[in-house]
């Protein structure tokens, strides 16, 4: 394995890391649940990788996510909203409307043609339209988070879920279960309101397609398809969407555009 | 008047406190102190007119604490048309500008806590809770602000005044004038300018009264006139952010805005503003910027983050960022035309219902297209304020509409003008950091 160059991505619920060859290609990586020790998690990040490939000297490094002022060892910190812009672009090499979401917030970037951010849009501070919502709103139904999707695929019906604030979704859905409602309608109705938080911001800077997606959420198959759904448009994913944070960092620390 | 109120009034404003107020101004321009934490790496040392600045608003402040007793006072909305109260000789209290300040001093949690605790909403402008906190708790940074013997509330800035000022008229049971000023689509109509002056026209015999004299014709041309020259200096001021680097950023603007806003009228502020507007020129022929390294150019619309000025022109001025003009600052010298002393009430009805706010959202983004041209800008920061709703309606079109026709990039910030719970550090870091990249991609 030769590595080129590094980039990770420290989010606000995941921390990943990414190793690229010298021509950009993904030759590693690694996710981990992020830990509120932060540095000392990045070094055992870095420990992990010294032992496949013995030094990581002169290798250089950047840092993305909320995080990414807390990696000391990074030669530079660049913003979510680029990276992900560079990542995507570069693995599909074409621009487009990205959807991110993520576990704090959610980002619709406009990419050119060239891979430039030709606008963006995040949520406000509320975590309506994020990860977040939907792993509260799981939690109270006592649903694992990577299974969800596949329940709120298997509803035949439907309940609309009006509140898209994650405080007032919970009271909504306790209700909602006092009064009999399955559990598959509601989660379905959760997903959509949920991703109608986020084509209102879609909308907001306007949508040039293709539409791509990227971030830990797009794992969920209902969010794909209800964006689908909602936008009438086709969703492009890249293979890891997870990573695309990380892997535009390692990127911009490589050089490449 | 009382006797003992007047005495009390001459000897603690006029024989010892103003005279302090100048020496302790004189003392700051002769021996000139950068504060501590000034970022001198990035941004130019502070304009040597802050000392009158502060000179100016602790005297305004200062005739406040004592003018109950020996000058009638009136409590007034920011745009409301406060000549003729000047020229009765009423002492004009603003209570968006103490709201300001105390957003600056960091007091609107505690003062905003005591009307939320009161049953106001959140929801309401920050700027009513914490007057009306204020109001309640009798708290203030500034020491103590005069009970007001007439409120006047003028709606062309929104229709929250209008509740709140029914709020004040109830708490200290005194007059209100409202001035309902008609929303203008595309001009003034003739017969909203008729209504506006009829509505002046009435107003007149009541702050009489209040007063206890009659309005001198004479005298009010004349406040008038005090008014529409420092309304032109302020215009002078503002447009000198055209030249590159700019010599004053809006963050300057805004600080040194308070005269503009609340004392119109006065010969002080004429004073003021030209010697503001000299030493831009002087570090203009210097090429001196209020960015040291003043790479790209910003325009920012809606009302200042007063809470956080300190913080946004740190970390533009980082990377070499001046926010060189503003529709907010703009909008209290554009008027500047409309006012004509020779037709007193007629020009006091048309330059009150023209302010941007009450008028069409279109007119807001020609003004903004006008000076991304004028001021050779390279981005717009949109701050959409929770608090001020007619300022942030049409933002995210007239924002879209901006990138479509100049191609560069525009950020719509979501806060609050003084409330800090509205606002999330990290969020706000996070947007412009990335909208900072946007610029220099």
Same mark, same amino acid.
């Given at each position: ?105 959610? +980002?619709?970037? @406009?990419?050119?043609? *060239?891979?430039?951010? =030709?606008?963006? %849009? ?5 975590? /309506? ?102 936008? +009438?448009?086709? @969703?492009?994913?890249? *293979?890891?969407?997870? =990573?695309?944070? %990380? ?5 911009? /620390?490589?050089?490449?555009? | ?441």
């Amino acid at each position: 394995m030769k590595i080129a160059a590094l980039g990770i991505d420290v989010g606000s619920t995941t921390i990943k890391m990414v190793a690229v060859n010298s021509v950009g290609e993904m030759v590693w990586n690694h996710l981990e649940q992020v830990d509120p020790r932060v540095e000392k998690q990045v070094d055992s990040f870095l420990e992990k990788l010294r032992n496949e490939i013995k030094s990581l000297e002169g290798i250089p490094l950047v840092a993305t996510g909320y995080g990414r002022n807390l990696v000391q060892q990074a030669v530079k910190n660049i913003t979510e909203i680029t990276c992900h812009t560079r990542g995507v672009y570069h693995q599909l090499g074409h621009g487009g409307t990205l959807i991110d979401i993520g576990g704090q917030d959610s +980002k619709v970037v @406009v990419i050119g043609a *060239e891979g430039q951010v =030709l606008d963006f %849009a995040m949520n406000d501070k509320c975590a /309506a339209g994020t990860g977040r919502f939907l792993e509260n709103s799981a939690a109270r139904m006592h649903i694992p988070v990577v299974e969800m999707g596949f329940v709120a695929l298997s509803a035949t019906e439907e309940v609309t879920i009006s509140s898209t604030c994650t405080v007032f979704a919970e009271s909504e859905i306790i209700s909602m279960l006092a009064q009999g409602i399955e559990v598959e309608p509601i989660l379905m109705g959760l997903h959509r309101s949920l991703v109608k938080r986020v084509t209102a911001m879609v909308r907001s800077v306007g949508l040039a397609p293709p539409l791509l997606l990227s971030g830990g959420v797009v794992k969920n198959p209902a969010i794909r398809k209800v964006i689908e759904d909602e936008t +009438k448009e086709k @969703v492009f994913i890249p *293979e890891h969407p997870q =990573l695309m944070g %990380a892997y535009g960092a390692a990127l911009f /620390a490589l050089g490449i555009k | 008047m009382g006797m003992t109120a007047s005495l009390k009034y001459y000897w603690n404003v006029k024989v010892t406190g103003q005279p302090f107020l100048y020496w302790q101004r004189r003392q700051a321009e002769r021996y000139p102190r950068i504060p501590s934490r000034w970022r001198m790496d990035i941004l130019s040392p502070p304009l040597r007119i802050g000392a009158r600045t502060k000179e100016l608003i602790s005297r305004h402040y200062l005739e406040g604490r004592y003018a109950s007793g020996h000058r009638p006072v009136a409590w007034v909305t920011s745009g409301g048309p406060v000549e003729i109260l000047q020229a009765l000789g009423f002492y004009v209290l603003y209570p968006e500008n103490h709201g300001a300040l105390c957003g600056v001093r960091g007091a609107v949690v505690e003062l905003s806590g005591m009307a939320e605790n009161a049953g106001y909403s959140t929801d309401i402008c920050s700027y009513a809770r914490t007057d009306i906190g204020s109001v309640l708790s009798g708290k203030t940074p500034v020491g103590h602000l005069p009970k007001p013997d007439l409120l006047l509330a003028c709606t062309n800035i929104c229709q929250t005044v209008l509740y709140w000022y029914r709020v004040l008229a109830r708490h200290f049971e005194v007059p209100l004038i409202l001035i309902d000023t008609p929303f203008v689509y595309t001009k003034v109509s003739d017969h909203a300018l008729g209504y506006v002056k009829k509505q002046l026209e009435n107003s007149i015999s009541i702050s009489e009264q209040v007063a206890g004299c009659r309005l001198d014709y004479r005298h009010l041309k004349q406040i008038i006139r005090l008014s529409k020259d420092a309304t032109e200096l302020w215009q002078e001021i503002i447009s000198r952010g055209r030249h590159q680097p700019a010599p004053i950023s809006v963050f300057d603007q805004f600080i040194h805005m308070a005269p503009i806003v609340e004392m119109r009228g006065k010969k002080e502020t004429v004073y003021f503003y030209a010697e503001l507007l000299r030493e831009l020129d002087e570090n203009i022929a210097k090429g001196k910027g209020a960015v040291r390294n003043e790479r790209k150019r910003l325009l920012w619309d809606n009302l200042p983050i007063w809470y956080r000025l300190r913080y946004l022109a740190e970390y533009l001025g980082e990377h070499g960022i001046c926010v060189v003009s503003s529709t907010y600052t703009n909008a209290w010298g554009e008027l500047a035309s409309l006012m004509n002393s020779e037709k007193p009430l007629e020009s006091i009805a048309r330059t009150y219902i023209s302010p941007i706010l009450n008028q069409g959202t279109k007119y807001k983004l020609d003004t903004m297209k006008r000076m991304v041209k004028e001021f050779q800008l390279d981005g717009v920061i949109l701050h959409s304020d929770r608090s001020c709703k007619p300022y942030s309606i049409g933002q995210i079109d007239q924002r879209n509409k901006l990138i479509q026709e100049f191609g560069i990039p525009a950020l719509l910030l979501e806060a609050d003008h003084d409330d800090p719970r509205a606002y999330a550090d990290e969020q706000v870091a996070s947007r412009l950091a990335s909208f900072v990249e946007m610029l220099d991609d």
